[in-house]
């Protein structure tokens, strides 16, 4: 199961949810970096990119904050982080560099396979494959 789909909860919030293009999600998980978060806005399809100590400043913030002490940019970037904490529920956290580990996505996707047969040839051709580091 996709991780985006498996995050929101079954039977709810999959009609308000604008479809999102899995290649595009892809290339962002791909260029990951540490210390940002990545959020896909269910209501407009968008993938924002927060750094984590935005994040940290929108959650301890008062709702008249100005953020006027911050450069304009770091003001907009504050306010994008605002956004996904008071509005929680129209976000899905893409997993970090830590989660996105390709073998175990493979690995889980051969295991999720109900047919036998085809789970094995599955299994058995991620086993052979030889694995770079």
């Known amino acids: 199961m996709c991780r985006v789909a498996g995050k929101l909860e079954k039977g709810k919030g999959h009609q308000d949810m604008k479809p999102v293009s899995l290649k595009e999600i892809v290339d962002r998980l791909d260029f990951l970096m540490d ?3 990545y959020y896909l806005n269910k209501k407009t399809g968008d993938i924002v990119e927060i750094q984590m100590e935005y994040l940290s ?4 913030s008062e709702d008249d904050n100005d953020f006027s002490e911050y450069e304009d940019w770091e003001q907009d970037a504050i306010r994008e982080a605002v956004d996904v904490v008071e509005n929680w529920n129209d976000y899905v956290e ?3 560099r830590e989660e996105v580990n390709e ?4 690995e889980n996707f051969c295991y999720s396979q109900e047919d036998d047969k085809l789970r094995n040839k599955l299994c058995h051709s991620i086993y052979d494959f030889p694995m770079t580091v």
């Not at 400043?57 to 301890?60: C, G, H, R």
């Open 57 to 60: 400043i929108a959650e301890e």
């Open 94 to 96: 893409l997993p970090d």
């Open 103 to 106: 073998y175990r996505i493979m």
């Open 35 to 37: 210390e940002w978060k």
